[in-house]
């Protein structure tokens, strides 16, 4: 039995879902969504604008986010998360919540707001 499924996008790459959740906030465009990662991350996950567009190209590609029709400049793309896009930032959350509970059961993490 493989791993995953040929046609799963999870486990998602730790920049695809940063991406995603700063569009769960709402249609953004590309420097936003790079100002939005590295505010939450606190610029522990670098994020370069090449492999921003690198990524959100990819996750266009797999349906979890299209372009938006929003547009307050020509030059700026816009956007946002698709319903598939929701879902699978969701079961990730979920995928990421069962590894931090394997951890705390195995005395690795000891509280909630433990590192």
Known sequence: MPFKASDSVLP??????EILLALT???????AILQEVESRTGGVL????GTLYRALARLE???LIAPSDKSDDERRRYYRITN?????ARDE???LADQVAAARARKLL???NEP
């Open 93 to 95: 959350a979920k995928r």
């Open 61 to 63: 590609e797999s349906g």
């Open 110 to 112: 000891s509280g909630p």
């Open 25 to 31: 906030e709402g249609e953004r465009h590309g420097y």
């Open 12 to 17: 998602l790459t730790p920049i695809s879902f």
């Open 84 to 88: 598939k896009g929701r879902d699978v």
């Open 46 to 49: 670098p994020l370069r604008t």
